[in-house]
Protein backbone atom coordinates (compact mmCIF):
# COMPACT_ATOMS: atom_id res chain seq x y z
CA UNK A 1 0.00 0.00 0.00
CA UNK A 2 1.37 3.17 -0.95
CA UNK A 3 1.45 6.10 1.51
CA UNK A 4 2.71 9.79 1.01
CA UNK A 5 3.28 12.66 3.83
CA UNK A 6 3.80 16.10 2.74
CA UNK A 7 5.49 18.53 4.76
CA UNK A 8 7.30 21.53 4.98
CA UNK A 9 4.39 24.03 4.46
CA UNK A 10 3.87 27.29 6.22
CA UNK A 11 3.05 30.82 6.80
CA UNK A 12 5.82 32.73 4.39
CA UNK A 13 6.14 36.59 2.81
CA UNK A 14 6.24 37.48 -1.23
CA UNK A 15 9.42 36.43 -2.30
CA UNK A 16 10.22 33.94 0.28
CA UNK A 17 10.74 30.73 -0.52
CA UNK A 18 9.78 26.72 1.33
CA UNK A 19 10.92 23.60 0.14
CA UNK A 20 8.32 21.09 0.30
CA UNK A 21 8.93 17.35 0.99
CA UNK A 22 6.73 14.39 -0.28
CA UNK A 23 7.91 11.23 1.35
CA UNK A 24 6.94 7.72 0.55
CA UNK A 25 6.36 4.29 1.67
CA UNK A 26 5.08 1.03 0.37
CA UNK A 27 6.44 2.29 -3.61
CA UNK A 28 10.05 3.44 -4.53
CA UNK A 29 9.82 7.07 -5.87
CA UNK A 30 11.97 6.14 -9.06
CA UNK A 31 9.42 3.58 -9.99
CA UNK A 32 7.12 5.26 -11.65
CA UNK A 33 6.39 9.64 -11.99
CA UNK A 34 5.74 11.61 -8.78
CA UNK A 35 3.75 14.68 -9.14
CA UNK A 36 2.77 18.02 -7.37
CA UNK A 37 -0.65 19.52 -7.76
CA UNK A 38 -2.04 22.51 -5.35
CA UNK A 39 -5.67 23.87 -4.68
CA UNK A 40 -6.46 27.14 -3.99
CA UNK A 41 -10.08 27.91 -2.05
CA UNK A 42 -12.69 27.22 -4.30
CA UNK A 43 -10.72 26.31 -7.27
CA UNK A 44 -10.16 23.40 -8.93
CA UNK A 45 -6.57 21.36 -8.86
CA UNK A 46 -3.75 22.48 -10.99
CA UNK A 47 -0.80 20.43 -11.86
CA UNK A 48 1.65 22.00 -10.60
CA UNK A 49 5.26 19.33 -11.61
CA UNK A 50 6.60 15.87 -11.84
CA UNK A 51 9.83 14.66 -12.38
CA UNK A 52 9.49 10.97 -14.07
CA UNK A 53 11.11 7.30 -13.33
CA UNK A 54 13.93 8.45 -15.28
CA UNK A 55 14.73 11.89 -13.65
CA UNK A 56 13.23 14.22 -16.62
CA UNK A 57 10.62 16.87 -14.81
CA UNK A 58 8.23 19.14 -15.98
CA UNK A 59 6.62 22.06 -14.78
CA UNK A 60 3.39 24.02 -15.44
CA UNK A 61 3.89 27.08 -16.47
CA UNK A 62 2.89 29.52 -13.66
CA UNK A 63 5.91 27.91 -11.58
CA UNK A 64 8.38 28.09 -14.07
CA UNK A 65 11.79 29.43 -13.17
CA UNK A 66 10.79 29.69 -9.40
CA UNK A 67 10.37 26.00 -8.49
CA UNK A 68 12.02 22.85 -8.84
CA UNK A 69 11.13 19.39 -8.78
CA UNK A 70 13.77 16.61 -7.12
CA UNK A 71 14.38 13.56 -5.61
CA UNK A 72 16.34 11.69 -3.24
CA UNK A 73 16.20 7.46 -3.55
CA UNK A 74 17.83 6.95 -0.68
CA UNK A 75 15.17 8.80 1.88
CA UNK A 76 12.38 8.02 -0.66
CA UNK A 77 11.40 11.07 -0.95
CA UNK A 78 10.72 13.98 -3.60
CA UNK A 79 11.11 17.73 -3.18
CA UNK A 80 9.82 20.51 -4.32
CA UNK A 81 11.87 23.98 -3.98
CA UNK A 82 9.48 27.47 -4.02
CA UNK A 83 11.34 30.32 -5.01
CA UNK A 84 10.49 33.87 -5.50
CA UNK A 85 6.79 32.77 -3.73
CA UNK A 86 3.89 34.76 -5.05
CA UNK A 87 0.36 35.59 -3.32
CA UNK A 88 -1.05 33.01 -5.85
CA UNK A 89 0.97 30.36 -4.73
CA UNK A 90 -1.09 30.18 -1.72
CA UNK A 91 -2.59 26.78 -2.12
CA UNK A 92 -2.76 23.08 -0.66
CA UNK A 93 -0.17 21.06 -2.10
CA UNK A 94 -0.72 17.49 -2.80
CA UNK A 95 1.84 14.61 -4.30
CA UNK A 96 0.93 11.73 -6.20
CA UNK A 97 2.15 8.45 -6.83
CA UNK A 98 0.94 5.17 -8.00
CA UNK A 99 -2.87 6.69 -8.52
CA UNK A 100 -2.46 7.87 -4.08
CA UNK A 101 -1.84 11.03 -3.24
CA UNK A 102 -1.44 12.36 0.56
CA UNK A 103 -3.04 14.56 2.87
CA UNK A 104 -1.23 17.75 1.16
CA UNK A 105 0.45 20.67 3.21
CA UNK A 106 -0.83 24.05 3.28
CA UNK A 107 1.36 26.88 1.85
CA UNK A 108 0.01 30.83 2.85
CA UNK A 109 2.13 33.39 0.74
CA UNK A 110 1.31 37.11 1.90
CA UNK A 111 2.22 40.13 0.31
Known amino acids: QVQLVESGGGLVQAGDSLRLSCKAS????????VTWYRQAPGKERVFVAVIGHLGTTLYGDSVKGRFTISRDNATNTVYLQMNNLKPEDTAIYYCGLHMCWGRGTQVTVSS
Open 26 to 33: GRSVSSEG
